[in-house]
């Protein structure tokens, strides 16, 4: 190489290791997740700014707009946001549920079990119940065109959402995940 004494580092100032790593976990390889908003009916974001600041959010967010708009979509995407504080994902869905992190793991938790899914080890409280109710009842009436989106820096959390997209039928149709040498 003409300059041999240089090496090329990349910085991310959001980590998505934990995703990473839970893609390593449920699908033997880590790698990053890729949603397609195009073949959605309901996307539920959990902590997650899509199309906000989270990791390619200006494709997410032209695909959000263009399943947003009646003139393009003959149905429109739904969207529900569980949240600790505003996001510009959230000030944009139909249901948006303050929820602090440890609530929002109860509540990926709940709609694992709900699901269908391992039985949740925690207590949850009636008023995150009730959102795993209303929400995980939604995700099971548009199974194979739903998805979840996590963006919790937790290894577990993202486990869980895989879990629960599997369970949806997401994979391959709303999400799909992807490695690259250069990450």
């Given amino acids: 190489a003409f300059y041999g004494n240089v090496e090329h580092i990349v910085y991310s100032p959001v980590s998505h ?11 033997g390889k880590e790698g990053w997740l ?16 899509f199309i906000g600041t989270g990791r390619d959010a200006t494709a997410y967010a032209k695909q959000y707009a263009m399943r947003r708009d009646v003139l393009v979509s003959k149905e429109t995407i739904r969207h529900v946001q569980v949240e600790s504080s505003f996001s510009l994902t959230g000030s944009n869905a139909d249901n948006r549920y303050p929820m602090g992190s440890a609530d929002s793991k ?7 079990e709900l699901l269908g899914g391992d039985k949740s080890p925690v207590q949850i ?50 999400v799909s995940a992807y490695s690259s040498e250069a990450f």
């Fill in 17 to 27: 290791c934990a995703e990473a790593k839970a893609l390593a976990i449920t699908h």
């Fill in 125 to 174: 409280s009636s008023d995150v119940a009730n959102v795993v109710l209303s929400v995980g009842n939604e995700l099971k009436r548009h199974a194979g065109k739903a998805l979840i989106t996590c963006g919790l820096k937790d290894v577990n959390a993202h486990v869980v959402t895989n879990k629960i997209n599997n369970l949806l039928g997401a994979w391959g149709k709303t």
């Fill in 34 to 49: 890729e949603y397609n908003l195009a073949n959605a009916n309901i996307v539920v974001g959990v902590e997650s700014d």
């Fill in 106 to 112: 109860k509540f990926l938790l709940g709609l694992l």
